[in-house]
């Protein structure tokens, strides 16, 4: 699995967008990049994959350049609630997870 | 459909001891994998299984010991507990067919204290 790196701690304020980028310079041809999220006292759930370009969903948006070397996590508009850990994984489905220390992002009112 | 099921919720335990913290799910996963993650830290892979009767070793197996005789289990033991063994323990599973690491779900944990 590709080694990512990312920043450790953000802060932000409700309303404002946050990006997040993760490094992986080692990516595979057949990785995806998945991020995960992480409220306190709570398992890690899904919140965004990608291959390339960019893909967004209900909760979040995933930009990766053409060289998918890193990735860009951006929460729109941010809210006390998304104050959570969020962890940048890549690699393909082989039954585990590597995760790194993730980045805590705390949002302040 | 309950998920990933883990039990207990939590537990102490005396330095020596030993026990088993279940993990169940009920969606036909064929992956299943054991963490640990301690104060401010990432999750630790402990040990992993791509089907019953297959295990294998993740980041930090020293101490623990897993079986899957089923595909809807994978209990991880404790041999003897240590204090540094004090953690909250994840499992998760998922699916084999998915692209990439999209798939996972995890239990709530279980939260052991070694004293």
């Known amino acids: 699995l590709a080694k990512t790196t990312q920043p450790i701690s953000m802060d932000s304020y409700e309303g404002q967008e946050v990006n997040i980028t993760c490094s992986h310079n080692?990516?595979?041809?057949?990785?995806?990049i998945t991020w995960y999220q992480q409220f306190p006292s709570q398992g890690p759930r899904f919140i965004i994959q990608?291959?390339?370009t960019k893909v967004t969903n209900e909760v979040a948006s995933l930009f990766i350049p053409a060289d998918r070397k890193s990735s860009t996590l951006s929460l729109p508009r941010v809210s006390l609630s998304d104050t959570a850990v969020y962890y940048c994984?890549?690699?393909?489905?082989?039954?585990?997870?590597?995760f790194g220390q993730g980045t805590t992002l705390q949002v302040k009112p | 459909n309950a998920g990933v099921t883990q039990t207990p919720e939590f537990q102490v335990l005396k330095t020596g001891q030993s026990m088993t913290l279940q993990c169940a799910q009920d969606?036909?996963?064929?992956?299943m994998s054991w963490y640990r993650q301690d104060p401010g830290m990432g999750l630790r892979l402990i040990h992993y299984?791509?089907?019953?009767?297959?295990?294998d070793q993740g980041e930090v197996p020293n101490g623990y010991n897993v079986s899957r005789s089923t595909t809807e289990d994978f209990p991880l033991r404790l041999l003897s507990a240590a204090p540094s063994q004090t953690s909250v323990y994840f499992c998760?599973?998922?699916?084999?067919?998915?692209?990439?690491?999209?798939?996972?779900?995890f239990g709530s944990g279980t939260r052991l204290t070694v004293v």
């Open positions: 990608g291959y390339k």
């Open positions: 080692n990516i595979a041809t057949n990785d995806y």
């Open positions: 998760a599973s998922s699916p084999d067919r998915d692209r990439g690491l999209r798939g996972y779900t």
């Open positions: 299984s791509v089907g019953a009767g297959i295990t």
């Open positions: 969606m036909n996963h064929e992956y």
């Open positions: 994984l890549v690699g393909p489905n082989t039954g585990k997870l590597i």
